[in-house]
């Protein structure tokens, strides 16, 4: 598999796209739902666009977030696969203020879920080993309260802990329901 040498289409642009084309998810969730069917579906090129897109017939708005969604899969499905762990969640950077960096990082949890789900894995904390416990995280994580109220700095050390544990752990998901040939 080739190294993704490429960067994934930016947050805000395709945030922007889906919320114009009415896709009822942003840029975290439609991710966390790619590598969700990345991780859990034989086809997940046929998994996700539904689950993003809907059911009918691309047109218009759309049509024009496809190019961006496929060129963020074909990056995640990349970074995957790399042994370089790679992997990246994309979720709203520090330029976004910080409750909207947590709620971002919950609902890629819920896309990715939901992902799980299309691809077959109805329950994430039944996923064989490891991969189980992290399912389990990834459900409380979903829970997140981005207006919960502390120190910022301790709430921005604790949001990248975070955001690292999903890095590593997803790539742990997807290499135990993808073992090396």
Known sequence: MAHPDHSPPDYDELDRSLRACGAGVGAAEAHGILCGALCASKDPAAVWPPLILGHEPLEGAAAAAL???TE?????????GEDGFEFQPLLPDADHPLEEQVEGMGDWCRGYLLGLAGGGVKDARALPGDAGVVGGD?????EVDPDAAGDPEAQERALAEIVEYLRIGVQLVYEELHPAA
Do not use: G
């Open 67 to 69: 190019p961006l969604l």
């Open 72 to 80: 963020l899969y074909r990056h995640t499905r990349a970074s995957l």
């Open 138 to 142: 990834i459900t409380k994580i979903v």
